[in-house]
């Protein structure tokens, strides 16, 4: 795939037909607010391409990007492992979205499922209510039929309203049988544990809420809305780019993917590696620690990781969205 897995980890988030982010400020309740957030969540699972695979993002790669007020700022902060971090700010919609996570492999005989670690915090100052959540991994089917899913259990929570959801990813079982991009569960009161909405659907479909005191069935997610239509980002200020930039560090690559120049591919992706180990050598020979221009990076108690933006707010990048 002609791309850096940090721009494809970016595009969740900037590449949208409607703008979910901005929507989680304008519920006039907690409740509709929180139920936005879900809705989200679950747009950020984009079908991913089996046989295809993004560039592993290089220590210090960055991707910057604007679309309308909302600008987004990505960091690869560590190469092994592998722990990219993402932060962004909507000043109109008074948003912001801190998000850092790194990808751990488990091979089991016929699938290989990347455990996606890592959390994401989505804050609304206008309403003094963050929300924090995980992701889904990423499992990768290759016997009998292969296939490529999101899996697993997603907690959304925001302690200052007091309320929870819990989804359930669902790919295909052994046999190929089962619900295929299938997500479940349901949102809920924290404190009294009492069941306020039912959730269930594809999240590259339809996703309903059904809510438990009316009955009433509505949409809460249609992927349709969110990913068609979509714009490609264009260079509006070619000075401003950063050399660390995604499309500058795999522009080489890139070209030779898409004119099928196979040879001038693998010679560009070549000379990306061989840069980094050089300036790993040099880091190495000086008694050089690297460390991240734009967050700041730690280890949680548990053995992973956490990261934190240096500034306060994402400036306007050179590379938008067109209108």
């Known amino acids: 795939m002609p791309k850096s897995q940090l721009q494809c980890y970016g595009e969740t988030v900037y590449c949208v037909g409607v703008d979910m982010l901005g929507r989680c400020s304008k519920g006039r309740s907690s409740l509709e607010r929180f ?29 910057h990007v604007t679309n309308g007020s909302l600008n987004v700022l990505l960091e690869q902060v560590s190469h092994h492992p592998p722990v990219s971090a993402l932060h962004a700010t909507d000043s109109k919609e008074n948003v912001e979205l801190i998000w850092c996570q790194y990808p751990v492999p488990r091979f089991n005989g016929t699938c290989v499922e990347a455990v996606i670690h890592g959390k994401r915090l989505l804050k609304l100052s206008k309403f003094g209510e963050t929300y924090e959540m995980n992701s889904p991994n990423l499992l990768i089917r290759l016997l009998p039929i292969p ?87 264009i260079l509006k200020d070619a000075k401003g780019v950063s050399e660390s930039e995604s499309v500058v560090v795999w522009g080489g690559v890139s070209l030779g993917i898409l004119s099928k120049d196979w040879e001038r591919a693998r010679e560009e992706k070549r000379s990306v590696e061989e840069r980094e180990r050089r300036l790993a050598r040099e880091r190495k020979s000086r008694g050089m620690v690297w460390s991240p221009k734009h967050f700041s990076l730690a280890h949680t108690k548990d053995g992973g990781w956490d990261c934190w933006p240096v500034e306060d707010s994402v400036p306007p990048a050179p590379i938008v969205i067109p209108p």
Request: proline fraction near 4%; charged fraction near 20%; charge should be neutral.
């Open 35 to 63: 139920m936005s957030v879900v809705a989200w969540s679950v747009s950020t699972n984009r079908p991913p391409i089996f046989g295809l695979v993004p560039y592993n993002p290089v220590l210090g790669e960055t991707h």
């Open 147 to 233: 296939g490529i899913d999101w899996t697993g259990n997603v907690k959304i929570r925001c302690e200052n309203s007091g309320l929870e959801a819990d989804l359930c990813y669902r790919g295909h079982s052994f046999l190929g049988f089962g619900g295929n991009h299938s997500v479940n569960g349901k949102i809920i009161q924290s404190k009294s544990s009492k069941v306020l909405y039912e959730i269930q659907g594809h999240w590259d479909k339809f996703v309903t809420m059904k809510d438990m005191h009316s009955g009433d069935v509505t949409v809460l997610y249609d992927a349709k809305e969110v990913i068609s239509k979509l714009k490609t980002p």
